[in-house]
């Protein structure tokens, strides 16, 4: 049965019926109401076309994807139709991303041709070394993630050739979007690898072919421990994808440019640093530190809910249930139980879970530690600085975005352009 919303304009009396296609309307079918009804002067001074004002786009769809779906009500995610639960459960981080950029599980021969195709990539040249290494040992790690995946692309021939063109280099061209792709992610897991080594005094270490992503990325930084394997394989699956967030939404308007991959990925790690984004597991490892002890937390809440703080990593806008991830991420903790329960900054950690969970305050607003604060326990009980969690987990989430890019690249070229309602300045 044809779905539909009959609106009256009270402005001409007018009525129109706008079609509902699962859940949502078409932006352009609202801009048919009062709408010129020709092209002489005088229709076009008549009409008043109605527009969509949704500051930050809280209720506003801007694309088609077929890749993940949340249903934030009931409280669940599937991944190209397979529930997040069997993923975690069934398959390794490899098999995830392969799944989500490519649509399937991967068999042997496509997980080896991506690792080749990576572990080429992951190869630094002396410039992207001399980057790096031009760097301060304490500076932080965002302006040098940028610096050195810029060095990156200044090397790369195709991802140049780009503004150089006026066809578009990868629109329509999956085979060379698809090799782009691997090379993006692979400047990103050396570029994180070369840092935490320069950070850390440490030696840096050679990629092998035979290697998963994740695995090459703890071989390059020089973590030999098959836990930590494991441990991510699993976690990692869990920020894959989380449809379409705030950096994957900046991946994809880059991206509207006809722009290479690296450089809308590089517009994505910007906003993945963000305070209100990524970023806010910075402020609440800050809060951990200068809580310091369980016994202190108490005050600490009560400080929050008088206003007297924030809490930063509790809270999701998406789910007004719970968050089907906290529930994995609470089996990988139950596994790693000794190395979080013996890490100091964890115990504070835990213990405002714990407070936070039985106070009033937070169960009536639905404040719980959310799955990105959460999994990054496992990071710290691993032994991981603080300074390496996001941008380790903006690795693990940029195939996702680039997943995403990849969809867009199927679809007919269209710039992002957002509108604006103009308001009248405000007299001095």
Same mark, same amino acid.
């Given at each position: 049965m044809e779905q539909y919303l009959e609106v009256t304009d009270s402005r001409s009396g007018k009525s129109y019926k706008?079609?509902?296609?699962?859940? /949502?309307? &078409?932006? $352009?079918?609202?801009?048919?109401?009062?709408? *010129?009804?020709?092209?002489? #002067? $005088?229709?076009?001074? $008549?009409?008043?076309?109605? %527009?969509?004002?949704?500051?930050? /786009?809280? %209720?506003?769809?801007?694309? #088609?994807?077929?890749?993940? %779906?949340?249903?934030? +009500? &009931?409280?669940?995610? &599937?991944?190209?139709?397979?529930?997040? #639960?069997? !993923?975690? %459960?069934?398959y390794v981080y490899e098999d995830a991303m392969h799944l989500i950029i490519w649509g399937a599980i991967p068999t042997q021969q496509q997980k080896d041709s991506v690792r080749e195709t990576?572990?080429?990539?992951?190869?630094?040249?002396?410039? !992207?070394?001399? !980057?790096?290494? $031009?760097? *301060? &040992?304490?500076? #932080?790690?965002?302006p040098m993630i940028l610096a050195g995946m810029s060095a990156f692309a200044a090397s790369d021939s195709v991802v140049c050739k780009t503004r150089h063109q006026q066809s578009a280099m990868f629109h329509g061209h999956l085979d060379l979007a698809d090799e782009a792709i691997a090379r993006t992610i692979a400047y990103l897991a050396s570029t994180i690898s070369l840092i935490y080594a320069h950070k850390n005094e440490k030696e840096w270490h050679a990629p092998e072919p035979t290697k998963s992503l994740l695995g090459n990325l703890l071989q390059m930084m020089g973590i030999d421990n098959p836990e930590v394997e494991k441990c991510l394989a699993k976690l990692w699956i869990l920020y894959a994808d989380h449809e379409m967030t705030n950096s994957t939404a900046a991946v994809l308007h880059a991206g509207s440019t006809l722009i290479d991959p690296v450089s809308a990925v590089t517009a994505g790690i910007i906003c993945g640093y963000g305070p209100l984004h990524g970023g806010a597991i910075d402020l609440a490892y800050e809060a951990f530190r200068q809580i310091g002890t369980p016994e202190r937390v108490p005050g600490f809440i009560e400080r929050i809910k008088s206003k007297g703080g924030r809490l930063f990593g509790y809270g999701h806008r998406v789910y007004k249930t719970r968050d089907p991830r906290v529930t994995l991420i609470e089996e990988l903790l139950e596994e790693h139980r000794e190395a979080v329960e013996a890490n100091p900054l964890l115990r504070v950690a835990m213990a405002i879970d714990k407070y936070a969970s039985q106070d009033s305050y937070f169960i009536e607003r639905g404040l719980k530690?959310?799955?990105?604060?959460?999994?990054?326990? +496992? /990071?710290?009980?691993?032994?991981?600085?603080t300074d390496m969690i996001i941008a380790i987990t903006i690795l693990s989430r940029t195939p996702g975005a680039l997943a995403h890019w990849r969809e867009s690249l199927t679809q007919p070229v269209k710039l992002w352009r957002p509108g604006q309602k103009y308001v009248k300045p405000l007299a001095n």
């Open positions: 706008i079609p509902i296609e699962g859940d /949502y309307i &078409r932006a $352009a079918d609202i801009g048919r109401i009062g709408a *010129p009804e020709g092209r002489d #002067e $005088a229709a076009l001074k $008549a009409a008043h076309p109605l %527009h969509i004002l949704d500051n930050g /786009y809280q %209720h506003t769809a801007c694309m #088609e994807s077929s890749i993940t %779906h949340i249903d934030g +009500l &009931r409280g669940t995610i &599937r991944y190209r139709e397979f529930p997040i #639960e069997s !993923v975690f %459960h069934d990576m572990y080429k990539a992951m190869i630094p040249s002396q410039s !992207v070394k001399d !980057v790096i290494s $031009a760097f *301060p &040992r304490d500076a #932080e790690t965002f530690a959310n799955a990105d604060l959460m999994g990054c326990f +496992l /990071y710290t009980a691993m032994g991981f600085d």
